[in-house]
């Protein structure tokens, strides 16, 4: 399996707090993903990383802030959690840009906002 | 706008009743078509990727073939460890690369 751990597993939390996500790789893999998973939905992309401070925004990103200081971490944050931020939420890593290769999925955060 | 879309949404298959899932797609400039497979409460798992119209790929009881509209995912004689959600993936648009999932097909073996 792929080196990705995703912190933490399961959290709770209220409308209006911040509330910070991490994915952490150990495979020195250049590209990172955020996506989050709801029903009747495909997996939608929030963010997404080339590099070390090189980040950009995906299909979905109103509301999510990311930041890559280091190869290996890739933090997603929501300045102000609201209900309908409720959801799984997967990092993924590729050696390549997206869509071309492979992507390596983490176990997912289920966040629920209350 | 690219489209996908997966059918059915939900399957129920006798252990070695012999089937396919469809993956249709809309797109501009595919790069590459690949299937996932997700198992309750973990990442979607890579299983094939497909690029170019008539590309089989196969692995134990799964085989993955592509046209320029549709893929399709056959599952041979399967058992109830292949039950999951099999998750689709279109890669477009050169340039601005781009992912797009369809919402997947749950399979459940019945032993």
């Known amino acids: 399996d792929a080196g990705i751990t995703q912190s933490p597993r399961h959290k709770v939390t209220e409308t209006g707090t911040p509330v910070t996500l991490r994915c952490h790789q150990t495979?020195?893999?250049?590209?990172m993903y955020w996506y989050r998973q709801d029903p009747g939905h495909g997996l939608r992309l929030i963010h997404y990383?080339?590099?070390?401070?090189?980040?950009d925004k995906g299909e979905v990103s109103d509301g999510y802030s990311v930041s890559r200081s280091k190869t290996e971490d890739f933090l997603l944050t929501l300045e102000s959690a609201t209900s309908s931020q409720t959801s799984v939420y997967f990092c993924?890593?590729?050696?390549?840009?997206?869509?071309?290769?492979?992507?390596?999925f983490g176990s997912g955060t289920q966040l629920s906002v209350l | 706008e690219d489209q996908v879309t997966q059918s059915p949404e939900a399957l129920r298959l006798q252990e070695g009743e012999s089937s396919s899932l469809n993956c249709s797609y809309t797109?501009?400039?595919?790069?590459?078509l690949f299937w996932y497979r997700q198992d309750p409460g973990k990442g979607p798992e890579f299983l094939f990727t497909?690029?170019?119209a008539g590309e089989e790929k196969e692995k134990e009881r799964l085989k993955a073939t592509l046209t320029k509209k549709e893929s399709f995912l056959h599952i041979t004689a399967p058992k109830p460890e292949d039950s999951a959600t099999y998750l689709c993936?279109?890669?477009?648009?050169?340039?601005?690369?781009?992912?797009?999932f369809g919402t997947g097909t749950r399979l459940t073996i019945i032993p």
């Open positions: 993924a890593i590729s050696t390549s840009p997206l869509g071309d290769e492979k992507l390596f």
């Open positions: 495979e020195n893999h250049r590209y």
């Open positions: 990383s080339y590099g070390v401070k090189d980040t």
């Open positions: 797109v501009s400039g595919l790069r590459g």
């Open positions: 497909l690029y170019s």
């Open positions: 993936a279109v890669g477009t648009n050169f340039g601005n690369e781009k992912l797009t």
